[in-house]
């Protein structure tokens, strides 16, 4: 191996059934580099991490680490840690019920010589570790009173702990705000000039171009190619990934007609949930597309709650389609021609050991009620005609849909509600976490949708693809409604309305 480099994969192939993931794919990371690995959903990203970490045994190629003699292979995460590879998920994998310091020590405890816990020790050192790194903590207090932000770098704080050479962090930042981001590359950039080899999965563009220095590029489970950062401007990336020359994004046009003139399909006056939402008013026409911005907390997934009755409104009234209703729990709203995509697709989304087939009829399902079965013959044909519209990415309709890459079950949870036929559709952050492309294919879905007259409520942190999709925007903050805006929205009028609340 080269003297600056910490770890090479070379030809690195893995079949699933009927799938080919990867096909002869190659990385090369450096010491002391942030390596950005991109990759529209399906690429292989995933798939490689876990040939590098032991979750996946590949079929042939060969992985080397610095210090190590011959080629490695790993069938275990905790052969990865002793080979020095340490892997940061979006989902931090620590006990919130333990102390930090406990997460940072457990499994590897200090002890005394009565072969008891040294709980003084690991304090001590668990504090001179985060304070080494910049991370203001009280590591006697349990995991769970601080920030996702912060526990995921409690996750890295134990990862380097264990003499890690190869820092890898899949999607750290998706569920992260602006400022928690900042702390992050803080102590990215501070680990990457100590020297550690850090491979960054992200499909936040601007991150990319902020913090990394190269990156290598997969499409279909093949290597595309590996570029300095400032060697390949962000339209080249796209193409890259995409096959295409083509930036997707930019040619969306969405529906500019006189929307303010359609009858309403949702009206709220002064709808509230205690505790979590403040009364509000909103309007929605049919055929309208009404965004929700704020920061995370800001109260934008609690107002769709409210509405769609996951949490019960305690207060204020709600017209559906011209008539006062009352929703008392989500299959109401269902019943009302409602249908809504939640911002947490492993959580309340998928039923990742159910086949792509009973995921997509599960909503209609739901509807028509326990002893009105769907017949086999009209679920695969539900399921063949949405996995064909969203060209979701499957080896057949009887796929577990757990093995689907993230972008391919968004599209899938999607389908759910698209097959039964909403009038109001509620889309709470259906592109977090997808590519390019398919985020492409969602925003012009919505469009399309909103031109057959389909009213829809759709919330986003990126306030960018907002400005392409939506005829009118309500900011929240602190769980309140504090401003609307319509006409000609920029993205610095939106980010004033974030930061001023209209004042």
Request: with cysteine.
């Amino acid at each position: 191996m080269e003297d600056n480099v910490v770890l090479t994969a070379r030809g690195i192939t893995m079949t699933f059934p009927g799938v080919k993931a990867l096909d002869n794919v190659d990385l090369t990371l450096r010491k002391g580099e942030i390596h950005a690995l991109m990759g529209e959903n399906g690429a292989g990203k995933s798939t490689l991490i876990k040939c590098l970490t032991g979750i996946n045994d590949f079929e042939s190629g060969e992985v080397r680490i610095d210090g190590i003699d011959g080629p490695v292979k790993n069938h275990s995460t905790r052969d990865a840690q002793n080979v020095g590879i340490s892997t940061v998920y979006q989902e931090v994998n620590l006990c919130p019920n333990l102390s930090v310091a406990e997460n940072l020590f457990i499994g590897r405890e200090p002890m005394t010589k009565l072969h008891t816990i040294d709980r003084r020790s690991y304090n001590k050192r668990s504090q001179e570790l985060m304070d080494s790194l910049g991370i203001s903590v009280d590591v006697t207090q349990n995991l769970e009173n601080y920030s996702l932000a912060i526990q995921q770098m409690v996750a890295i704080a134990r990862a380097v702990d264990m003499d890690c050479k190869v820092l890898i962090l899949d999607e750290p930042t998706s569920s992260l705000d602006e400022e928690e981001v900042q702390k992050l590359f803080e102590l990215m950039r501070k680990l990457r000039d100590d020297g550690v080899g850090i491979i960054f999965v992200t499909h936040f563009l601007e991150q990319v171009y902020e913090v990394c220095d190269r990156i290598t590029v997969l499409r279909n489970g093949t290597f595309v190619g590996e570029y300095k950062i400032e060697d390949l401007p962000r339209v080249k990336l796209v193409a890259a990934m995409m096959g295409k020359d083509l930036n997707d994004l930019e040619n969306i046009e969405k529906e500019t007609g006189d929307v303010e003139n359609e009858p309403l399909e949702i009206s709220a006056k002064a709808l509230a949930h205690k505790g979590t939402i403040k009364p509000f008013d909103i309007d929605i026409h049919k055929g309208e597309v009404v965004g929700v911005g704020g920061l995370l907390g800001s109260g934008r997934s609690e107002l769709a709650r409210a509405i769609y009755g996951s949490d019960r409104a305690n207060e204020g009234e709600l017209s559906v389609d011209g008539n006062k209703v009352n929703i008392k729990r989500p299959i109401d709203a269902m019943n009302l021609g409602m249908g809504m995509l939640p911002d947490d697709r492993k959580a309340e989304g998928v039923i990742e050991d159910l086949s792509v087939r009973e995921n997509i009829i599960f909503a209609l399902q739901a509807k028509r009620g326990t002893f009105k079965l769907l017949p086999r013959a009209k679920q695969e044909e539900i399921a063949d005609r949405y996995i064909d519209l969203l060209e979701i990415k499957t080896p057949s309709p009887e796929a577990i849909v757990g093995q689907l890459s993230g972008g391919n079950q968004q599209k899938v949870i999607l389908a759910r509600w698209l097959a039964t036929d909403p009038n109001f559709l509620i889309l709470d952050e259906p592109t977090r976490g997808i590519d390019v492309g398919t985020k492409a294919e969602i925003q012009k879905l919505i469009i399309d949708l909103a031109k057959e007259g389909k009213s829809i409520l759709f919330i986003s942190s990126e306030i960018a693809e907002m400005l392409r999709t939506c005829n009118r925007m309500v900011i929240m903050r602190d769980g309140e409604k504090v401003d609307e805006l319509s006409g000609e929205m920029t993205q610095e009028s939106v980010m004033s309305a974030i930061a001023g609340g209209g004042e």
